[in-house]
């Protein structure tokens, strides 16, 4: 039976890890745990960002839209995944996996193009420090911002789109834990050959081009770090980098692994244990790594807690004081 792809479909089977109900419930508490940290930890560098004047600069600019990047990403996967993982029915509806398909490639995307930016404001910022406020002026910083965000929209509303135009001949079992374009071209029931090439192609482009110009930038970085005379200095910055770098390798080589690597030479266990990597973890290590080690983000926090105290102290004894004052205007009139 030929089904044509619209919204009266029945929905998909999500297979997730159902054939290991014992792992269901660890994941469950662990995804759980590192979604309300995500939740967190991205929502108070954004906060921190706006309220605190001194991080008003390119790189809590592009951190923040980093974190309401990830903030989205995950808010488009794991809640699904989190009710897949605790009860018996592993269903989505047709509408929800092509929800999920759309958001998540366009924010996926997204990420991957802003990192790239973020590695070239970092290089500027270093390497040529003179130029770094007419580099990274205002506008501009804008405008790497949108290019990032556009081209995530792009390339989702062409491969999601293709995706979906795909017959699946009532095949409904997605042996992955969300809708992704790898697993449900595996779906189909007619030659994907187009359809693979066109995502090889996207895979290059927003996968293996920014994270060449990623390495690229942190080569020259690590060159100027070498001229540091300070051995603290160089210590420091190339903690830095490489907690830096390690973030970029975990997020952009376990997508390579998922998108470029031939779906026969691995497991069909292997790409969702990978996807978690991606979907989970990194967008909880994006904020440990890039601003809460920071020390301006810690004492703008301090300074935002600081303020929230004082406020709070402040609330405390003007209501005191017109409690009192209550109370005193009551006991004369009582007394008269």
């Known amino acids: 039976?030929?089904?044509?792809?619209?919204?009266?479909?029945?929905?998909?089977?999500?297979v997730g890890f159902s054939d290991r109900p014992q792992l269901e419930l660890v994941l469950f508490g662990i995804i759980f745990f590192l979604y309300l940290m995500t939740l967190l930890g991205n929502t108070t560098i954004i906060l921190i960002s706006l309220l605190d004047s001194k991080l008003h600069t390119p790189m809590y600019f592009f951190l923040s839209h980093l974190s309401?990047?990830?903030?989205?990403?995950?808010?488009?996967?794991?809640?699904?995944?989190?009710?897949n993982l605790s009860g018996s029915d592993k269903s989505i509806t047709y509408g929800g996996c092509v929800v999920q398909l759309y958001v998540s490639l366009a924010l996926g995307s997204t990420e991957c193009v802003l990192l790239a930016v973020m590695s070239y404001d970092r290089y500027i910022a270093i390497c040529h420090p003179l130029h770094y406020a007419f580099s990274m002026r205002p506008g501009l910083c804008h405008i790497l911002a949108s290019v990032a965000w556009l081209s995530g929209v792009a390339t989702t509303l062409i491969q999601s789109t293709l995706t979906l135009q795909l017959p699946f001949c009532g095949h409904r079992q997605v042996d992955h834990f969300f809708c992704e374009v790898p697993v449900l071209i595996k779906l189909a029931c007619v030659d994907t050959t187009f359809n693979q090439a066109e995502l090889f192609v996207a895979s290059v482009l927003f996968l293996v081009v920014p994270l060449s110009l990623i390495l690229i930038s942190y080569w020259r970085i690590a060159l100027a770090v070498l001229k540091i005379k300070s051995a603290i200095g160089r210590h420091k910055a190339f903690g830095t980098c490489s907690s830096h770098l390690m973030v970029v390798i975990i997020f952009y080589g376990t997508?390579?692994?998922?998108?470029?690597?031939?779906?026969?030479?691995?497991?069909?266990?292997?790409?969702?244990?990978?996807?978690?990597?991606?979907?989970?973890?990194?967008?909880?290590?994006?904020?440990?790594?890039?601003?809460?080690?920071?020390?301006?983000?810690?004492?703008?926090?301090?300074?935002?807690?600081?303020?929230?105290?004082?406020?709070?102290?402040t609330l405390k004894e003007t209501s005191s004081i017109l409690v009192k004052e209550a109370m005193t205007s009551m006991i004369y009139l009582v007394s008269k």
């Open 68 to 83: 309401f990047l990830d903030l989205c990403f995950t808010s488009s996967i794991i809640p699904q995944l989190l009710v």
């Open 1 to 14: 039976m030929w089904w044509t792809n619209d919204s009266t479909l029945p929905g998909f089977i999500l």
């Open 255 to 313: 997508i390579i692994f998922m998108y470029l690597q031939p779906a026969k030479s691995r497991s069909k266990d292997q790409g969702k244990f990978v996807s978690l990597f991606y979907t989970v973890v990194t967008p909880i290590l994006n904020p440990l790594i890039y601003t809460l080690r920071n020390k301006e983000v810690k004492a703008a926090l301090k300074k935002i807690l600081g303020r929230g105290r004082e406020v709070g102290w």
